[in-house]
């Protein structure tokens, strides 16, 4: 039997969730399947960004922990930054995708299945997913995308732990601390501080190739040891890879949104802004009939993005100053704007200047 629907999401994760959910909120909701296999609990993860009191709102039942300050530290110095009305946020991915599964409308379903084959025929998507077969007027594929070989990547391996003793400093998350071997890649520690005895602490390098699992926990590990920081408990692991360069969904023939539509900040990594934001506009175009799948980043930024890295790439001697350089030159208000892609242009301006001419002007025809 073959089952006619609207819209068929592909992947369960942050975007297909999240347009499922801006789905929902419509006042006529669509006929719409999603198709994931895996449980909430097998995706978790933390999920991080900048945002304001209001927009917590929603989403205070999958929120792990908010900060008003954090901080860049590298071997000479400390950027501290505050910011009132824009915090930095960490979710758990598995109480975000419960959240939204809690909120879907009856005309929404969520399979617990993957989708095992799909054909276009005369602009129809013909599905087969669980044993059932459905035909869906539109998809859009929420599945990673393929990282392209020889990019740029942002890698890491985390541990989430309880502690024998009390840390100081709970109150600031540690965006990037540099204090670590830079011999293979742009190195940082991050570190969540949940309460002052429950953390994530994250090994991170932005480089062309990942490392072996035992070399991130050996920098956790003296991170931890050179601070006196004692583990009572490991609550769970964390790893991923994210592209910090061009991404190639692995369908063309569907409409991508989340990650593999470049909703992927390239300069940071961070992507649950751009997603939230791709999504809900997405969900506004569909209820006036249209189907078109908005940018999730400006060209602007995508551009300006992809020149850092660039820079990155080539000179590597300087990755660490411009992090350190770009924090100094905002204040906490201004740089949780940038982060967020919402930076005026006197920001930006700020930003411009902070940076050595010379390389970036060497390789802006290059982007």
């Known amino acids: 039997m073959l089952s006619q629907i609207d819209i068929a999401i592909i992947g369960g994760g942050s975007a297909g969730m999240s347009l499922a959910a801006n789905l929902a909120d419509l006042a006529s909701p669509p006929n719409v399947k999603i ?25 205070k039942p999958a929120c792990k922990g908010t900060w008003k300050k954090w901080q860049l530290i590298d ?25 939204c599964k809690a909120n879907l409308h009856p005309k929404i379903q969520l399979i617990r299945n993957a989708v095992q084959k799909l054909d276009y025929r005369e602009n129809t998507a013909f599905l087969s997913a669980g044993g059932l077969s459905y035909a869906a007027a539109h998809v859009f594929d929420s599945r990673p995308p393929e990282i392209k070989s020889g990019g740029l990547i942002q890698h890491f391996f985390g541990r989430e732990i309880r502690t024998k003793n009390p840390i100081k400093g709970s109150d600031t998350v540690t965006l990037m601390d540099f204090r670590v071997d830079q011999s293979r890649g742009l190195h940082f520690i991050y570190v969540l501080p949940f309460s002052d005895t429950h953390l994530l602490v994250e090994s991170t390098m932005i480089s062309q190739s990942p490392e072996p699992k035992q070399w991130y926990l050996e920098s956790i590990n003296n991170w931890l040891d050179e601070r006196g920081i004692r583990v009572e408990q490991d609550i769970r692991f964390e790893s991923g890879v994210i592209p910090m360069d061009k991404v190639k969904p692995q369908d063309s023939r569907n409409s991508a949104i989340g990650a593999a539509s470049g909703a992927i900040r390239q300069s940071s990594g961070y992507s649950f802004n751009f997603i939230q934001k791709q999504t809900k506009q997405l969900a506004l175009r569909i209820s006036r009939g249209c189907y078109d799948v908005p940018a999730p980043i400006s060209d602007r930024i995508v551009f300006m993005d992809r020149l850092f890295n660039r820079v990155l790439i080539k000179h590597p001697e300087l990755a660490v100053d411009l992090f350190m350089e770009m924090a100094s030159s905002l204040d906490g208000e201004q740089f949780a704007r940038f982060m967020m892609g919402q930076a005026s242009l006197s920001e930006w301006g700020k930003v411009i200047l902070a940076m050595p001419k010379t390389p970036f002007v060497r390789h802006i025809w290059s982007v």
Not at 36 to 59: I, V
């Open 35 to 59: 198709f994931e296999p895996k449980t909430e609990k097998e995706r978790d993860c933390n999920w991080s960004f900048w945002g304001t009191d209001q927009y917590m709102g929603s989403l």
């Open 75 to 99: 071997q000479d110095k400390k950027v501290v930054h505050e910011s009132q009305s824009h915090h930095y946020i960490t979710l758990s991915a598995c109480e975000y995708l419960k959240l």
